[in-house]
């Protein structure tokens, strides 16, 4: 009796210690879920639900070990049930159970489900049990075709993902080094960079240096620009008797002149 009490108790040691590890690791993945919801990732989710599976096959095995004695076989009993505060009781059960009272000893050592969750299993197993086979072919086909259906989408999501990884061989360049070596020597030498014409002398293509287009001398060209056929200025700087000009008074061209 006394080396089934202590495989008993040895037993109960290490589910103890399964349990609370699984329960660490649970707690562990809610508070991410509510604090860290914005940076959470799909890798460190997949990580966390890995640890969860592996410490409940830990509890399995521990559970279906030889020398574990068959728990279904026990019966939990209340020894006491009190309404005052039992403080080892809070402190072994973290502080969520202040006392073993009338009202939780039937919640904590139900063996059996609750009468309405029992109500509706017996509801689902009825209806399932009055389905005929042809009805049941046809939900299956029709789970079959969704299911189907959404993986053929994340099969196609998942090749287009692979191809694009695949083409990009490295990050997408952004930058030139020609165009960098032009703005460099550019600001460092001067190289391609064209020198300001001086005022009054003529820069290329006939232009004058006036500082703006079509600015010219007055009665010259429009823009400065010189034609070949016509003739030089003099050296007075006058228009040649060839080019006429035709000047306006102000008042003859005023559109609202009285």
């Not at 620009?225 to 050296?235: A, T, V």
């Amino acid at each position: 009796m006394q080396r089934e009490e202590k495989q008993l108790d040895l037993a109960l040691d290490a589910i103890i210690t399964r349990v609370n590890d699984l329960k660490q690791s649970i707690s562990n993945m809610i508070v991410k879920l509510e604090l860290e919801h914005e940076t959470l990732n799909w890798p460190t989710f997949l990580d966390n639900f890995a640890l969860m599976s592996g410490q409940l096959t830990a509890l399995t095995k521990v559970l279906t070990h030889d020398k574990c004695p068959a728990l279904r076989n026990l019966a939990v009993l209340p020894i006491q049930l009190s309404q005052e505060r039992d403080t080892e009781l809070l402190r072994i059960t973290e502080q969520r159970v202040p006392q073993f009272s009338h009202d939780l000893a039937p919640d904590y050592l139900r063996t059996k489900l609750e009468p309405d969750v029992e109500q509706r299993m017996m509801l689902l197993e009825s209806k399932a049990g009055n389905m005929t086979f042809e009805m049941a072919q046809k939900q299956v086909s029709a789970f079959n075709k969704v299911m189907n259906h959404v993986w053929d989408i994340v099969s196609k999501a998942r090749e287009e993902w692979e191809s694009e990884s695949g083409s990009r061989s490295g990050p997408q360049q952004t930058t030139s080094i020609t165009d960098t070596h032009l703005l460099v020597s550019a600001v460092s030498a001067g190289k391609n960079l064209k020198m300001p014409v001086p005022q009054g002398q003529p820069g290329p293509q006939g232009m004058m240096g006036q500082g703006r287009p079509g600015s010219g001398p007055p009665g010259g060209p429009v823009g400065g620009i010189i034609n070949p056929g016509q003739q030089q200025m003099g050296p007075m700087g006058k228009v040649p008797s060839g080019i006429k000009t035709n000047i306006k008074a102000a008042s003859q061209i005023h559109p609202y002149n009285r």
